[in-house]
Nanobody
Framework: HLQLVESGGRLVQPGGSLRLSCAAS????????IGWFLQPPWKEREGVSFISSSGGSTKYADSVKGRFTISRDNAKNTVYLQMNSLKPEDTGVYYC????????????????WGQGTQVTVSS
């Protein structure tokens, strides 16, 4: 059974930092592209950051460039999203997703999703 579990979300003040983790079970992430997606309150889900199966290529939404860093540790079967200089508009549920392939940017192409972790940026 393929499963992704996100963790690390919590309430944080503007300007703060968080590291989200996405742990896989039931399969190895080595051949999977990974994406992090944000579901803001009352808005559509949007892509935040993507990493290729090898980890050699990454993509970021313009809104998070220079603030977020995606990385992966295939030995630990885990992908991370380091979030710095957080803003209130970063608030929402963060989902990680996996799909076979190199670097995949469309959420419609992702086959396996986690349950999400809530990030709230507020003073």
């Amino acid at each position: 059974h393929l499963q992704l579990v996100e963790s690390g979300g919590r309430l944080v003040q503007p300007g703060g930092s968080l590291r989200l983790s996405c742990a896989a079970s039931g399969f190895t992430l080595d051949y999977y592209a990974i994406g992090w997606f944000l579901q803001p309150p009352w808005k559509e889900r949007e892509g935040v950051s993507f990493i290729s199966s090898s980890g050699g290529s990454t993509k970021y939404a313009d809104s998070v460039k220079g603030r977020f860093t995606i990385s992966r540790d295939n030995a630990k079967n885990t992908v991370y999203l380091q979030m710095n200089s957080l803003k209130p508009e970063d608030t929402g549920v963060y989902y990680c997703a996996a799909t076979r392939g190199w670097l995949v940017l469309s959420d419609r192409s992702y086959s396996t999703w986690g349950q999400g972790t809530q990030v709230t940026v507020s003073s």
